[in-house]
Structures are given as structure tokens and as C-alpha cells.
């Protein structure tokens, strides 16, 4: 059975007088594809802000691989093997397709500034190896014909799947995705689920997500943690959470068509 790669340890965040997440644990597994959801406002991208370090909880605290990441600035938590994605795609604008997956590779670099200055081996080197892995990574998510393109140019469901590259282009163990299916229709759902599912597999991934669309999540995790107003309301496999009462409830009943 597979270790815990990522626990959340009763994490309480309060801004001023209000608590977004309240007395909030739970794990992933690694090689795990696991979901957080909930109604709008339940707190769910609080926690990916908490485990990337953008937030420090009011108490408890965030442990991946066995090491205590509480508070860890996100350039560091980048470097320990998290990486993410947001809500609103964020894509360097006048860059192409290609650049902005080697942006993801900025962590990586082996050769010294004079090295880069005077362009000397190691440099030429180095540049033509990410290349190459920036290339490969296109081609996992189909978007190879796509290098030399304008990133903004792209459509709407393209440009999500070129931030999910730049991700993984940071090579993490951890890959958490914000809302991946927000915005898209139903063929480029089915498209970017089955590209998940892919990278997971050949990247070594363990995968933590946020999403509203039921359909996606029953059929992309393996386990689900619901929140509601910051509370926990449920934690198991996202087949049981769309019959559950207080799932119902929190949704309004938005479940009974999923």
C-alpha cells in the first residue's frame, strides 16, 4: 500500500474574525489522483494556497514526503516538488507556447552566469537538453504544432493544458490543479482528463485537485474530501459523495445531476 505523500494536519485559517478552513485534515497517497470540492467559497483554494506557502495557517500544519512544509516561501516548496496550477490560467503573454513551458525549468539551471556570458559548453548543453524536455512535454499534451504559436493565441482549453506543462516542466512529485475543467466543453474535458491520466502515469505524478464538474471528478479520483464554509462535511470515494445527505445539502442539490 502506498505511503502518505502529502498530509494535512488540522489546519485552521482565520482572516480576521472569519475561519475559511476549520480543523481541516486529511492525506494523499502517492500515485494517488485525489479531489478537494465543495460549494463556491468553501475554502478549497485556501488550502492550495496553505500547502504552497503563499498562506501560513492560523494552527496546524502541512508534512509532504515526511517533512513538515508549514510556512516554506513557494519558491522553496517549488524546489521540494510542488507545483500548481490557479483558477484563472496564468500564462506570460508575449511569450510563445514553447517559452513558457521552459519558464518551468528556471529551477534547473546547472551552468554558472560567466558560463551563460560567454556561452561556453556547459551552457549550449544545458539549453539544448531542456529544449529537448521542454519539446517532450509538449508532446504529452498534444500541443507540439503548437511550440512556436503566441500562448495567448491558443484556445481557451489549449492554454489551460500549456499552464498544466509548465507545471510539470518543474518536474514535481506533487502536481496540484485549481479548477483544470472550469471553462471547457465537454469534448475538451474528456481530452484533458485523459491527458491527466497520462501524465500521472509517465511523470511519476500524485495528483491533488479542485474542481466543480462531478462528472470529471467521479471520473478522475480516487477519493474525495468535501468542505463546506471550511468544514470537512465528507471523505471517501466521490461515487458515495454524490449520494451523501450533507454533500446534497452543501450543493443545493446541484449533485443530483451530476
Excluded: W
Excluded at 519558464?103 to 537538453?129: C, D, M, S
Excluded at 475543467?181 to 491533488?208: Q, V, Y
Amino acid at each position: 500500500m502506498s505511503s502518505a505523500l502529502l498530509k494535512i494536519h488540522n489546519i485552521t485559517m482565520q482572516f480576521g474574525g472569519v475561519t475559511a478552513i476549520d480543523s481541516l485534515s486529511f492525506s494523499v497517497k502517492e500515485g494517488e489522483i485525489y479531489g478537494l470540492i465543495g460549494p463556491n467559497g468553501a475554502g478549497k483554494t485556501t488550502i492550495f494556497n496553505i500547502i504552497t506557502g503563499n498562506y501560513q495557517p492560523t494552527e496546524g500544519n502541512v508534512n509532504f514526503e515526511n517533512e513538515i512544509i508549514t510556512g516554506t516561501k513557494p519558491n522553496i516548496v517549488v524546489q521540494k516538488g510542488i507545483a500548481r496550477t490557479f483558477q484563472n490560467i496564468r500564462l506570460f503573454k508575449s511569450m510563445s507556447v514553447l517559452d513558457n513551458i521552459l519558464i518551468g525549468f528556471h529551477n534547473q539551471t546547472h551552468y554558472t552566469y560567466l558560463e551563460a556570458i560567454f556561452r561556453l559548453p556547459r551552457y549550449f548543453g544545458h539549453e539544448k537538453r531542456i529544449r529537448a524536455e521542454a519539446m517532450a512535454i509538449l508532446d504529452e499534451f498534444n500541443l507540439t504544432k503548437y511550440a512556436n504559436h503566441k500562448a495567448t493565441d491558443l484556445s481557451y482549453g489549449n492554454q489551460r493544458k500549456v499552464e498544466i506543462a509548465r507545471a510539470v516542466a518543474t518536474k514535481p512529485s506533487l502536481l496540484l490543479l485549481d479548477e483544470p475543467a472550469a471553462g471547457m466543453n465537454p469534448i475538451e474535458t474528456a481530452d484533458l482528463s485523459n491527458i491527466i491520466h497520462k501524465i500521472k502515469r509517465d511523470f511519476n505524478l500524485t495528483i491533488l485537485l479542485i474542481e466543480h464538474d462531478m462528472k470529471f471528478v467521479n471520473h478522475m479520483c480516487d477519493l474525495v474530501t468535501v468542505l463546506d464554509y471550511g468544514e470537512k462535511i465528507f471523505e471517501g470515494k466521490p461515487a458515495d459523495a454524490i449520494v451523501d445527505e450533507k454533500v446534497i445539502t452543501a450543493y443545493l442539490g446541484d449533485f443530483t445531476h451530476a
